[in-house]
């Protein structure tokens, strides 16, 4: 009788060994999926943010030009370049949109 109850402690702890080896070999994978999948979306997003820059800036360059030249700014135009500039500006850029909504600032709005 001690033989087999020491054999079926042997076994159990060889079991429970065995569980919480691959418990914690899958905490550790889950950790580094949930890792992985949290750099894709940060990269996702950075590439979004960059994205919506750079249209963002390619539209108030060519409100820039346009109204400038014009000499005055309609108020439909000058809402969307104020949506537009705080939304770009929110997001990271900076630069020449700046100087610009300086020259757009000093505009007539009609």
């Not at 919480?20 to 590439?47: F, P, T």
């Not at 929110?90 to 000093?106: A, K, Q, S, Y």
């Amino acid at each position: 009788k001690i033989d087999m109850d020491y054999v079926i402690t042997i076994t159990v702890s060889e079991i429970s060994g065995t569980l919480v080896y691959i418990v914690q070999n899958l905490i550790k994978e889950n950790h580094k999926l949930r890792e992985k999948d949290k750099q894709e979306s940060e990269n996702k997003e950075n590439a979004l943010i960059e994205a919506i820059l750079c249209l963002l800036r390619v539209k108030l360059i060519e409100y820039h030009d346009k109204y400038i030249k014009e000499g005055h700014i309609p108020s439909y135009a000058y809402d969307n370049w104020t949506k537009m500039f705080k939304a770009y500006i929110t997001l990271g850029g900076n630069g020449m949109i700046v100087g610009m909504n300086e020259e757009i600032e000093n505009l007539p709005i009609k």
